[in-house]
Structures are given as C-alpha cells and as structure tokens.
C-alpha cells in the first residue's frame, strides 16, 4: 500500500477527543488533524512526537489531513490509523501473502454474524466452506523489547468479537483471529494481559475452541506500508 499523495511530516502537539490532533509542520503550520484510531495510542503519541499526515484535497472535509504515521519514543515506526489494517489484510489476502488463509474462492468484506450483532471483517469462501478472519490493529509496543501486545486499552468489542468466533469454531466453523501489526522492529506477539484480563481470559477460552491465532509484521517507511511475514502468537 503506498501513500498516495506522499505523506506529510510533522510534529505532534496533542491528541485530544481521541480523534482530533493538533500538529505542527516544519514549516510553522498548526494544524487540527484527524485520528482514525479508537484506542489508547499508548507508546504512540507522546508530545512532540515525529509524524506524518495525509492531506486531504476534498473541500467537503472538515478537517485537512488524517494522522498516518508516527515514530515512537524508541525509534520505531507504528501506523496509527486502523482503517489502513483492513486494507493491508486484503491486499496481503488478494496477493497470496498470508499463506495460511490462501486457496479462497471469494472474499467478502463487513459480513454480518454471530449472536451479539456483530460483522467480521473478511469472509473467506473455500471449497470446503468459508473462515471468519476478524482483523486487529497492533502498535503497542516496550523499550528493549521486541514484542508487541494487543490491545492497548481495554475493549469489550475486541472480546465481542473473539466470543463470536469462538462460538463458530465449536460448530466446526472456521474463525480466525488476525493481528496486523503495523509496528516496526517486531518478532511476536502477545496478549496484553495487564491492561485487559478480559480480553486475555476470551483469547484462552477462544483458542481453546479452536479459533486460530495468526499475526504478521508490516514493513513501514514513509512511501508505504505492506504485510511482510508471519510472527508467533502468545495467548498465555
């Protein structure tokens, strides 16, 4: 996926309402900026951090840009904009990237299902029947660690969906789980237990009814960002 116009940079002044940012451009600009990211952004917008934004040229928006990209206090780059990780699933998906769910006949996006009115994220046709992939966005990362964690605050939606895929997995369905994780310098990932035990106690009882834990590494640079390769899972 590259950006397209070519990402803006800029520094961040704060986040507030958690989908406003005020930003500052080398240039002098202040601007207001919108966040397309619902959690915490925990390790991900400490004042003053190195960012880049997409502007946006439609005169109906209210606000100029979406925030994109930002480096953290360690060095790396994360993608803080979840709307981009289903759009880097299904283009890993279409490419044949993510050898695990490869094989499908159709895709289908935003499918209703489940008990609690709930809508997976892809919808896979396979000859032998169809897997529900519910995509999460991961960007918290620890200094002088290589692990990521999921998620950053705590989300009854997120443990929402793992119940409804643990229900179709103890009917013989296909549910998968599907980490996206747009932060650099990453070889695993884990469930973030002490900032959401919840969610920890869902992802044992899903994996216990057979829902499948997959995550894979985005390689990010300010021209883009792509799925590049599988990383374990820990649901402990």
């Given at each position: 996926?590259?950006?397209?116009?070519?990402?803006?940079?800029?520094?961040?002044?704060?986040?507030?309402?958690?989908?406003?940012?005020?930003?500052?451009?080398?240039?002098?600009?202040?601007?207001?900026?919108?966040?397309?990211?619902?959690?915490?952004?925990?390790?991900?917008q400490?004042?003053?951090?190195?960012?880049?934004?997409?502007?946006?040229?439609?005169?109906?928006?209210?606000?100029?840009?979406?925030?994109?990209?930002?480096?953290?206090?360690?060095?790396?780059?994360?993608?803080?904009?979840?709307?981009?990780?289903?759009?880097?699933?299904?283009?890993?998906?279409?490419?044949?990237?993510?050898?695990?769910?490869?094989?499908?006949?159709?895709?289908?996006?935003?499918?209703?299902?489940?008990?609690?009115?709930?809508?997976?994220?892809?919808?896979?046709d396979?000859?032998?029947?169809?897997?529900?992939?519910e995509?999460?966005?991961?960007?918290l990362?620890?200094?002088?660690?290589?692990?990521?964690?999921?998620?950053?605050?705590?989300?009854?939606?997120?443990?929402?969906?793992?119940?409804?895929?643990?229900?179709?997995?103890?009917?013989?369905?296909?549910?998968?789980?599907?980490?996206?994780?747009?932060l650099?310098?990453?070889?695993?990932?884990?469930?973030?237990?002490?900032?959401?035990?919840?969610?920890?106690?869902?992802?044992?009882?899903?994996?216990?009814?057979?829902?499948?834990?997959?995550?894979?590494?985005?390689?990010?640079?300010?021209?883009?960002?792509?799925?590049?390769?599988?990383?374990?899972?820990?649901?402990?």
């Amino acid at each position: 996926m590259h950006f397209d116009p070519p990402l803006q940079e800029a520094r961040l002044l704060r986040r507030y309402k958690r989908f406003l940012a005020d930003v500052e451009t080398p240039q002098g600009e202040l601007l207001t900026i919108h966040c397309a990211n619902t959690g915490s952004m925990l390790n991900c917008q400490g004042e003053g951090a190195r960012l880049w934004f997409s502007r946006s040229q439609d005169p109906r928006r209210k606000l100029p840009g979406t925030w994109e990209l930002v480096e953290t206090p360690q060095g790396r780059l994360a993608c803080v904009n979840t709307a981009r990780a289903n759009a880097l699933v299904e283009e890993a998906l279409l490419q044949g990237v993510i050898s695990e769910l490869a094989g499908f006949t159709r895709l289908r996006r935003e499918v209703p299902f489940g008990e609690e009115n709930s809508r997976v994220d892809f919808c896979l046709d396979y000859p032998g029947g169809p897997a529900y992939v519910e995509v999460k966005s991961v960007t918290l990362g620890f200094a002088n660690s290589p692990l990521a964690a999921f998620p950053d605050a705590r989300s009854v939606r997120a443990c929402k969906h793992l119940r409804e895929l643990a229900r179709l997995a103890q009917q013989g369905v296909r549910a998968v789980q599907l980490y996206c994780v747009n932060l650099s310098g990453v070889d695993a990932v884990r469930v973030a237990e002490e900032i959401d035990p919840a969610y920890a106690a869902e992802c044992r009882r899903a994996r216990d009814a057979g829902v499948e834990f997959l995550a894979y590494a985005s390689h990010l640079d300010v021209q883009g960002v792509w799925l590049r390769e599988s990383l374990p899972v820990s649901c402990a």
